[in-house]
């Protein structure tokens, strides 16, 4: 049956398999019941207790700790109950059947946090960031998940929104109120306000690539001629044989992708087809992909064989090659130093690494720079890693674009009605609204009357 306010749900929360302890959560109306039946006595709110859980039965089942929060001061906002039990599974499993029989019921996927939301302990925008936290795989991506659970965009939002409606109310207040003695309506300020307000927003809509960064992780596509080491410089960073490696040129015939966290990032390698300007068949079919690959990278690693001269690249990869994308990794330097061997001029500012992917000599350089470029493309993004997803990227989105309708007919010297111009701005109102799951529009009324002082 549907869920409501009333109903007692509990949840292990702990991975699947055995660990050393295991958290079974209890919440909702009748918790203080199920916690005096199981404990015996009443518990003092946030005060750990050890004492035997014993079933209904009174067999002891574990020998666990208690730990009492009374709403409204607790995860979900109602009466919680966390029970801490030795990780077996089958203990687990024996105290959530028994608190199956008291009256609790399983909790649905993340119905905690929606509680929480919905009891007003968070907003939307950080009921996201508990799931954006447990997927973290960087430091990047989880100190931007913990700043945005601790209300850094919903703090951002509410301030816009504050804003919003100070310029919705003033609007509205010479729609409404027409007889009352206010004073002029000035436009060319209103519209000032709006345009800064939507600048604003703009910069804070520039973070969703890099709020994709995060969550995806850095797509790396490592690109290069035909045995030049790309599948062996994929296992090395890897560090097992993903792809099969042979001195027969063209073995790669399709794209590997594997995860890696490097330094403070989530990256996504991406091994592919050689370039060979003169492919079979087959061959050429794998550097189609590589090229669709290309097209989807964040991140190049193009490697040069030391032993050759540099290879001519295909326009649809060298046209996405830039300073701040792209490493040169000089590879083979167990068999020749990449000295002397000229470069494409555009490419002479692009960051290189000598080294050697049979050895390993040069990884540890090639992740270092790999790391800083990486990092010091997203401090350009978002200093204060604030990453936004897609669905704030589309609240935020209809918001400007209802503001810049604003902002157009507040420059039209006074001809757009009024009305014309409370639709848009209401309609960007909604948008940042449905960011932290709340629209109030009893605000714009609060803020109409207390600023003119209408009616008194």
């Known amino acids: 049956m549907p869920a409501t306010q009333e109903d007692t ?25 199920v916690a005096r039946e199981v404990v015996g006595r009443l518990l003092p709110p946030r005060v750990a207790r050890h004492a035997d859980y014993r ?34 599974p089958y203990i687990a499993q024996r105290v959530l059947e028994d608190l199956f029989a008291r009256g609790c019921r399983a909790a649905e996927p993340g119905e905690f946090t929606k509680r929480a939301f919905l009891n007003g302990r968070m907003d939307l925008s950080q009921a996201e960031a508990v799931m954006d936290l447990i997927h973290a795989r960087g430091e990047r991506a989880l100190e931007a998940a913990n700043r945005q659970l601790r209300g850094a965009l919903g703090r951002q939002i509410e301030a816009a929104i504050e804003r919003l409606v100070g310029v919705v ?3 509205e207040a010479y729609i409404d109120f027409p007889e009352e003695d206010l004073p002029a309506e000035n436009r060319a300020r209103l519209r000032g306000e709006v345009a800064a307000l939507r600048a604003d927003l703009g910069r804070l809509l520039a973070t969703a690539h ?42 790669t015939r399709d794209y590997l992708e594997e995860p890696r966290v490097l330094g403070a990032h989530k990256i996504r390698l991406v091994d592919t087809a050689g370039l060979n300007p003169s492919p079979a068949p087959l061959e050429r079919r794998g550097i189609e992909r590589t090229l669709e690959r290309a097209a989807e990278a964040d991140l190049f690693l193009v490697v040069l064989d030391s032993t050759r001269p540099c290879p001519a690249l295909p326009a649809a990869i060298t046209g996405r090659l830039t300073a701040s994308n792209t490493v040169l990794v000089w590879n083979k330097t167990d068999l020749a130093q990449p000295a002397g061997v000229p470069l494409p001029e555009a490419w002479r500012e692009y960051g290189q690494v000598a080294m050697s992917a049979l050895t390993g000599d040069g990884v540890g350089d090639l992740e270092k720079i790999v790391s800083e470029l990486i990092d010091k493309e997203q401090l350009s993004i978002c200093g204060d890693l604030i990453a936004i997803n ?4 589309a609240a935020l989105t209809e918001a400007t674009q209802c503001l810049a309708f604003a902002e157009e007919k507040l420059g039209d010297a006074g001809t757009a009605p009024d009305e014309l111009m409370a639709s848009d701005l209401r309609g960007a109102l909604d948008a940042l609204g449905r960011i932290g799951g709340r629209v109030d529009h009893e605000r714009v009324l609060d803020k109409l009357f207390s600023s003119f002082c209408i009616g008194k």
């Open 9 to 33: 749900i509990a949840a292990l929360a702990t991975p699947h398999g055995e660990s050393a302890v295991a958290l079974v959560r209890v919440s909702g109306g009748e918790c203080s019941r």
């Open 55 to 88: 079933d209904r039965a009174g067999v002891v089942i574990d020998d666990v700790l208690f730990t009492y929060f009374a709403g409204p001061a607790s995860y979900t906002g109602e009466d919680s109950l966390e029970i801490a039990c030795h990780g077996n």
């Open 390 to 393: 897609a669905r704030h990227a």
């Open 169 to 171: 109310a003033q609007v």
């Open 210 to 251: 890099y709020g994709a960064l995060l969550r995806d992780g850095v797509r790396t596509v490592i690109v290069g001629e035909p045995n030049a080491g790309k599948s062996s410089l994929l296992n090395r960073l890897v560090g097992w044989d993903r792809a099969l490696v042979s001195p027969e040129p063209g073995t």
